[in-house]
Nanobody
Framework: QVQLVESGGGLVRPGGSLRLSCVAS????????MGWFRQAPGNQRELVAAISPGGAATEYADSVKGRFTISRDNAKNTVYLQMNSLNPEDTAVYYCALHFGSSLSPGAHDVNYWGQGTQVTVSS
């Protein structure tokens, strides 16, 4: 069993930055694709970013390219999402996800483990 625990969400003004962290329990963290999804009220859960098991490959949603950066530290069982130039459209609950397939664009139905979510609110 794997547990994922997110932190780092909060309220930020437009143009600001936040860094989300997700710590995983268990030794299988390093063999999975890690991703961040988000879900705004009334919307489906969507993939924001994903990173390969070794960290060499990443994938981003078009809406966050150039603003968000995903990274991971397998020695710490941790994945990060650095979010810059935030705007109100980024407001959502952000979920950490672990996927044991090879795709860097997993759908929500492909995810094997979810974190509990952390709220990000961008507002002036």
């Amino acid at each position: 069993q794997v547990q994922l625990v997110e932190s780092g969400g909060g309220l930020v003004r437009p143009g600001g930055s936040l860094r989300l962290s997700c710590v995983a329990s268990g030794s299988i963290f390093s063999i999975g694709v890690m991703g961040w999804f988000r879900q705004a009220p009334g919307n489906q859960r969507e993939l924001v970013a994903a990173i390969s098991p070794g960290g060499a490959a990443t994938e981003y949603a078009d809406s966050v390219k150039g603003r968000f950066t995903i990274s991971r530290d397998n020695a710490k069982n941790t994945v990060y999402l650095q979010m810059n130039s935030l705007n109100p459209e980024d407001t959502a609950v952000y979920y950490c996800a672990l996927h044991f397939g090879s795709s860097l664009s997993p759908g929500a139905h492909d995810v094997n483990y979810w974190g509990q979510g952390t709220q990000v609110t961008v507002s002036s």
